[in-house]
């Protein structure tokens, strides 16, 4: 049971603030998840939906590689919401079932192509320890760029800010999503 009631209609948003609610409505089709939460601040609630749409429209790393970085930080984090919903957004960007299944599992990487492994591995180290080794991230860096390894961090961090609101919100997995492991 969330922690606060959750905000799920655009009524329950004062009017000076709805065109934030119509915002992701726009982006969502519904309130949902951690912007149910959010748009109790809406002006944080605008900031967020801001970052959503860079990722969805505007982040150069290509989307089946962001969905490996984003299950692995929801995966360290053990957002069972989030997890929930990336399943979805990781299988629609090409992403095998096999690779969802290591990822839920916490499995090793070592049978994934060299950009996701290091992808996974990149991330995993940095939620684990606060640092990466210098090879994983030289090679993402040599491949791909400044500006590309900005991005995945970034957008791999986002969702670690997501996976502590729904956590401490208490914001339910529907129940059709993709199940975390008890």
């Known amino acids: 049971m969330p922690r606060v009631p959750p905000i799920s209609s655009k009524d329950q948003v004062p009017a000076e603030h709805q065109h934030v609610a119509d915002d992701i409505l726009g982006v969502f089709g519904r309130i949902r998840g951690p912007f149910s939460v959010f748009l109790n601040s809406p002006k944080l609630a605008d900031r967020m939906i801001s970052l959503v749409k860079f990722n969805r429209n505007d982040c150069i790393v290509e989307a089946r590689l962001l969905s490996h970085a984003a299950l692995a930080a929801v995966r360290e984090r053990e957002s069972a919401y989030v997890w929930s919903a990336q399943v979805g957004a990781a ?41 990466c080794d210098y090879p994983v991230f030289n090679r993402l860096n040599g491949k791909y760029g400044a500006q590309w390894m900005v991005e995945l961090i970034t957008v791999a961090h986002n969702f670690t800010v997501l996976c502590g609101v729904t956590n401490a919100f208490e914001v339910a997995v529907p129940p059709d999503g993709d199940q975390l492991p008890s």
């Open 91 to 131: 299988r629609r960007n090409g992403v095998p079932e096999a690779t969802i299944d290591i990822l839920r599992a916490k499995g090793d990487v070592s049978g994934l192509g060299q950009d996701e492994r290091d992808i996974v591995n990149l991330i995993r180290q940095l939620l684990r320890t606060n640092r």
